[in-house]
Nanobody
Framework: VQLQASGGGLVQTGGSLRLSCAVS????????LGWYRQAVGKQRELVAT???????NYADSVKGRFTISRDIAKNTVDLQMNTLRPEDTAVYYC?????????WGQGTLVTVSS
């Protein structure tokens, strides 16, 4: 399984960005699929994920601002980020867990200027 993230960039406070993660590989399922982020000097944290059953989980700090979505036909998982804040600045990672295996994308930098 390979994860390829894209869509990061520089945006002003209050702006929007959309991240996309292309998932490649054959015959995979998942227990968890979604996005984590890591800011400088901080631990990596969950942003938004799908469970294998289709339910979503959001960090409290992004609820109401971020939306995770999935295109099954295209094998992509997207993160729409609205009303961005400087504290959202981080490297965002696509993540997939299948059984005991975990896969990470290469990360895409999101910078929110104040």
């Amino acid at each position: 399984v390979q994860l390829q993230a894209s869509g990061g960039g520089l945006v002003q406070t209050g702006g929007s960005l959309r991240l996309s993660c292309a998932v490649s590989g054959s015959g995979f399922g998942f227990n968890t699929l979604g996005w984590y982020r890591q800011a400088v000097g901080k631990q990596r944290e969950l942003v938004a994920t799908f469970s294998g059953g289709g339910s979503t989980n959001y960090a409290d700090s992004v609820k109401g601002r971020f939306t995770i979505s999935r295109d099954i036909a295209k094998n992509t998982v997207d993160l729409q980020m609205n009303t961005l804040r400087p504290e959202d600045t981080a490297v965002y990672y696509c993540y997939l867990r299948w059984g005991f295996r975990e896969y990470w994308g290469q990360g895409t930098l999101v910078t929110v200027s104040s």
